[in-house]
């Protein structure tokens, strides 16, 4: 999944990025809010992190525009702790708040929450026949035994499996994998795959020659 994080704090920043890339996102960070709209305009993002105190646009104005724009999940961050500014803020759009300072772990378990809650699920474990995968735990049981994934390979896994039995195209999937400024081999979606297939089977994902992959929920 590609987070849009957009924070001024050069030491916030840097942590929340640092977290993020730990769990297997891929993060695009940015400080100012004039930035941050342009790039959800042009970019594919999964998820929002907000600040709304920055340096050249109120935050809330970012919110409001950012969901005029969009309907992904957004979750802002505030030092603003009066019971108003937070009301204001869940009504300007945004699915969740988290007030400075916070616990990244907090930080990390309000995100998989606003994430399932956009996709219609209620439990962090995915279930797809004898696939299952633990998002807070990053465990993924595969006939009854755990495999172990890489970072990539379990965020690859994630996101077909999120969108099973639809065709995702490769621009998407590298995107959601890396962020910019990340070094990306032509062939590295195609060395990904080929893991997950050693690991879970040939016939889990299909290659959709031309456009992309999808994983094949009746192969589970």
């Known amino acids: 999944m590609r987070v849009l994080l957009v924070e001024d704090d050069p030491l916030l920043g840097d942590g929340i990025k640092s977290a993020l890339l730990r769990e297997g996102y891929a993060v695009d960070w940015m400080t100012h809010g004039c930035d941050a709209l342009a790039a959800l305009r ?5 998820l929002v992190v907000l600040d709304l105190g920055l340096p050249d646009i109120d935050g809330i104005e970012v919110l409001t525009e950012m969901r005029r724009l969009s309907g992904l999940p957004i979750l802002i961050l505030t030092a603003r702790d009066t019971v ?25 378990a309000r995100l998989r929450v606003i994430t399932r809650r956009a996709e219609g699920r209620a439990s ?3 279930e797809l026949g004898n696939l299952s ?21 379990f965020a690859l896994l994630l996101e077909l ?19 910019w400024g990340e070094e990306l081999e032509s062939n ?33």
């Open 133 to 153: 995968i633990d998002e807070a735990s990053h465990r993924v049981i595969w006939y009854g035994q755990e495999i172990s994934l890489g970072r990539r390979e």
């Open 188 to 220: 590295a979606l195609e060395v990904h795959v080929h893991h997950l297939r050693k690991k879970l089977g040939k016939s889990l994902i299909v290659t959709v020659r031309g456009i992309g992959y999808r994983l094949d929920s009746q192969a589970t």
């Open 161 to 179: 499996a999120r969108h099973h039995d639809q065709v995702l195209p490769r621009p998407r999937l590298e995107s959601l994998l890396y962020g």
């Open 42 to 46: 042009t970019e594919a993002f999964s």
């Open 84 to 108: 108003d500014a937070r009301i204001r803020g869940l009504d300007s759009g945004a699915d969740d708040y988290v007030m400075k300072p916070f616990d990244l772990q907090e930080l990390l």
């Open 124 to 126: 962090q474990r995915l």
